[in-house]
């Protein structure tokens, strides 16, 4: 897409302003770093634009101090402050959940995982927000805690122009095949590969 100019114009009937406003579905996928950081770039578009920005992280612990949420929570305080930019919610789902050990059984966290998708589409109906970010969402439907077929249909009718991102690795085909825009980010080389752990400024 050079310049900005589709490869090609689809006959729907649509104008181009129509088809440019259009929500978009977002997946950001794949074994390789950077899928987070790309959504939230993403939301830092999109909170310059004076847009509703909610982010809802469904794997990171609740506990750990992530340096895109200190910046996206002092964002939310500027703009009450001044009116720069948009409104800005950050979400961590239940006591958060993932790979490390955590306190609750399973049964515990994917309770926590449907109560928190319920919520996600409660605001959906709403029409809450203008821009979602559903941060390591593939895990809790990769789990089978949250069923794709419903999160599929919920986000291909939900109403306005809400544009939601989702990431994590191996996204369901399903979703895949929803979405507008899908980017799989590949590791071509990690420190971690040379048994170097996760350092402030880079991993958080």
Known sequence: MPKGIPAAVPDDGLTTRQRRHQPVLAIHTGPGKGKSTAAFGMGLRAWNQGFDVAVFQFVKSAKWKVGEEAAFRALGALHEQTGAGGPVEWHKMGEGWSWARKSGTEQDHAAAARAGWREIVRRLNEQRHHFYILDEFTYPLEWGWVDVAEVVATLQDRPGRQHVVITGRRAPQPLID??????????????????????RGIEW
């Not at 929803?178 to 350092?199: C, F, I, L, N």
């Open 178 to 199: 929803a979405a507008d825009m899908v980017t799989e980010m590949t590791k071509v080389k990690h420190p971690m590969d040379a048994g170097r752990k996760g350092q």
